[in-house]
């Protein structure tokens, strides 16, 4: 039996060892079904101690922040109860996600240290948790307009130059890249190689598409992660990407692996698709949509220039037989003019006139006498009839 502790001035006096022993009996008596935890986990490390885990419990901010250590351990086969049961639900322990742990309390009198041993997980409250916050989120996001801003991004007319944003190891980038080299068209693909999931996945994946934004040889910037848990795809819900991606100076498609959720990178994005195979299918078909319409805008223009051909050889036909004809119809017509004229001609020429029995008369000057008054009596004349000349001596003029 423990010794009862002196009182001094009517307040118990303990040693170290009575009051470590004493708290640790008033502690087991309070708590002897164990207690509830709800916080927020930080200081987790990614890899456990051979022994478990050993990280802190926080509630609160700046002065009002209150922390616990808390340990999960790995031989009592916590460890990998509490993570089987995230894992059902698609989750797993990280930090900064919100949890509600039970656990032992024990007091470690040699160091005088309380410790917080978790046994179970409530793993309802944490999907409930991480769900209130995803949905505050997008609320957040659509009264802001976030969600429209990259979507009012015009796709070039053939977008080739691709930004890729995945890791060079996932299957479904692999299999995107199939698809875009088996499609024959002449894609130009940068790839920026990013963690995809875990605690850097977020920031190298902001990182990425600030870099591609920037870059003015990108027609669009494409984001690929393979199928997963939710826990694996949680950086996809990450607040910072959806701003990245609205800001992004190219339109945004997304392939991330959602087979029935949708992350808040696909609501932002430009044009979202349920998988890197889709979303490479996607541009593929923007491609082959504009080839289509080249296709039958060069179909018509062959036509329009045939059937133009086709006019034109018949109006140089047309034209030609013109030629042949025309220049014959035309000298036929100055023909019969100029036989006209001529018969014109002949009918003024004096000879003509006098074989139908006039006659010219000139004096011996040789000028033509037109009135009596040009000549006098014993003047000589030389009168010209169509079959020679006479000449006469004028006896009087009347």
């Not at 009051?19 to 009996?25: D, E, I, S, Y």
């Not at 079959?387 to 006896?395: F, I, K, L």
Request: charged share 25%; aromatic share 6%; hydrophobic share 40%.
């Amino acid at each position: 039996m423990a010794k009862e502790p002196e009182l001094l001035n009517g307040v118990p006096a303990f040693t170290v060892t009575q009051f470590a022993v004493t708290l640790k009996g008033a502690l087991k008596q309070m708590f002897a079904g164990g207690v509830w935890l709800e916080g927020e986990i930080e200081g987790m490390k990614s890899q456990p101690h051979p022994t478990g885990h050993y990280f802190s419990l926080i509630d609160g901010e700046g002065k009002d922040k209150a922390k616990l250590d808390v340990k999960l351990f790995t031989n009592s086969g916590d460890l990998k109860r509490v993570t089987a049961k995230l894992a059902t639900h698609g989750l797993a322990l990280q930090n900064g996600m919100r949890v509600r742990f039970y656990c032992d309390i024990d007091f470690y009198i040699v160091r005088g240290e309380l410790s917080l041993i978790i046994k179970d997980v409530d793993t309802q409250f944490t999907v409930g948790d991480i769900a209130a916050k995803r949905e505050e989120l997008i609320r957040k996001l659509v009264e802001k307009g976030v969600d429209k801003i990259n979507k009012r991004l015009e796709v070039p007319l053939v977008p080739l130059r691709l930004g890729i944003i995945s890791s060079s190891q996932a299957a479904g980038y692999i299999d995107a890249i199939k698809q875009l080299e088996e499609s024959g068209i002449g894609f130009h693909i940068t790839l920026c190689d990013v963690n995809v999931q875990g605690e850097t996945a977020a920031s190298q994946v902001v990182a990425a598409i600030q870099t591609f934004s920037r870059r003015s040889d990108i027609d669009i910037v494409m984001i690929m992660r393979g199928g997963g848990s939710k826990g694996d795809l949680a950086a996809f819900d990450d607040e910072s990407m959806a701003l990245a991606i609205s800001r992004c100076a190219h339109p945004v498609f997304t392939g991330i692996g959602h087979e029935i959720d949708t992350s808040i990178a696909d609501l932002v994005a430009h044009t979202a698709s349920k998988t890197p195979t889709a979303c490479a299918q996607a541009v593929i078909a923007l491609v082959e949509e504009f080839y289509g319409e080249l296709s039958e805008a060069a179909y018509s223009l062959r036509q329009l220039t045939e059937y133009a051909l086709t006019r034109s050889r018949a109006r140089i036909s047309l034209a030609v037989e013109r030629l042949r004809t025309r220049p014959r119809t035309a000298l036929d017509r100055q023909v019969q003019k100029l036989a006209m004229h001529a018969a014109a001609v002949r009918l003024l020429d004096p000879a003509i006139t006098m074989a139908r029995g006039w006659s010219i008369t000139r004096n011996e000057k040789g000028d033509v006498v037109r009135s009596i008054s040009e000549i006098s009596p014993g003047e000589k004349v030389v009168t010209t009839l169509a079959d020679g000349s006479v000449t006469s001596t004028v006896e009087g003029v009347a």
